[in-house]
């Protein structure tokens, strides 16, 4: 690639370095507003002020110098800011030594707890440790598993576990912003009777992760706008049948017929279009009045 497109350019393979031209490079970067390049949309732009006319999407466009009232450093300039500092940079990096060997170790919890109640469910904690390659990482996986009932196992409750893993995912994208920006990622799944979750990053911040990640799945407050947004997601994902190969689908389907409490896609489909706003809030209020049952594993450094 050449000098003007050396950083829109893909990745490629390096062959002679250029360390002069890398130096006054990260120097220009370094000078602020006045050495970039950027494009606004505004809907106050007038036609006539225009400077030219892209030919390919048919748009007049006015191209000048950057306002120098932009570059000052003032949180009131035209409604313009800089982004706040990351709060999620890890700092604490020192590394544990504790390790449960070759296999997993069941912690107890709670040893002097004979019985469960719906208010403390249960909850099988396996811990790791470090394993061969020292970071200050960790891993965390969870099974959430609410109690069984008379509808626990149908074709209804899949397709709410699925919409309610798609509404949790969704109102989380901007809280968990920072955190996913700092190297820490999260996915939640709804798989069989249960939840899972996966949380992967610095073990520094990853509790906070897990708080967010467990209030919003808690949460009974959900807008209409989202529940809207994830179900006619969801009901594209199971219509669709050119996002799956054959051999995919032929083994949902091998499964739904040989496996107690699997379902296929044209009956998670079906319930799914039967599925309205206030049935989803009931099944919020009833997960969260049963409780899971917890199994989780974690790796790394904690």
Request: aromatic fraction near 8%.
């Amino acid at each position: 690639f050449g000098a003007e497109d050396v950083l829109a350019g893909s990745l490629g393979l390096i062959q002679a370095k250029d360390t002069k031209f890398v130096r006054s490079l990260l120097a220009d970067l370094a000078k602020g507003p006045s050495s970039a390049n950027f494009a606004l949309e505004a809907s106050s732009f007038k036609a006539s002020s225009a400077t030219g006319f892209e030919q390919y999407y048919g748009i007049k466009f006015h191209q000048g110098p950057i306002p120098a009232e932009w570059s000052q450093k003032s949180d009131n300039v035209s409604g313009l800011k800089s982004p706040p500092a990351l709060r999620y940079v890890p700092d604490e990096l020192s590394l544990l030594n504790g390790t449960a060997g070759v296999h997993p170790e069941l912690l107890k919890v709670h040893p002097e707890q004979k019985e469960n109640t719906s208010n403390n469910a249960a909850l099988d904690l396996w811990w790791q440790g470090q394993s061969a390659f020292m970071l200050p990482k960790a891993q965390i996986r969870l099974k959430l598993t609410p109690p069984k009932g008379p509808a626990s196992e149908d074709a209804a409750e899949e397709a709410l576990r699925r919409l309610h893993a798609g509404v949790v995912k969704q109102s989380l994208e901007e809280p968990t912003e920072d955190l996913q920006n700092c190297g820490m990622n999260f996915n939640l799944e709804a798989a069989g009777q249960s939840y899972h979750l996966s949380l992967d990053g610095y073990s520094q911040h990853l509790g906070t992760l897990l708080l967010q990640t467990m209030d919003s799945l808690l949460d009974t407050g959900f807008k209409s706008a989202a529940f809207s947004r994830a179900h006619r997601s969801l009901l594209d994902d199971l219509s669709d049948t050119s996002r799956r190969a054959p051999y995919e689908m032929a083994l949902d389907a091998l499964g739904a017929v040989t496996t107690k409490g699997a379902f296929s896609r044209e009956e998670v489909l079906a319930s799914l279009k039967q599925v309205n706003e206030t049935r989803f809030h009931s099944y919020l209020a009833a997960l969260r009045a049963g409780g899971f049952r917890a199994q989780l594993l974690v790796f790394g450094n904690v």
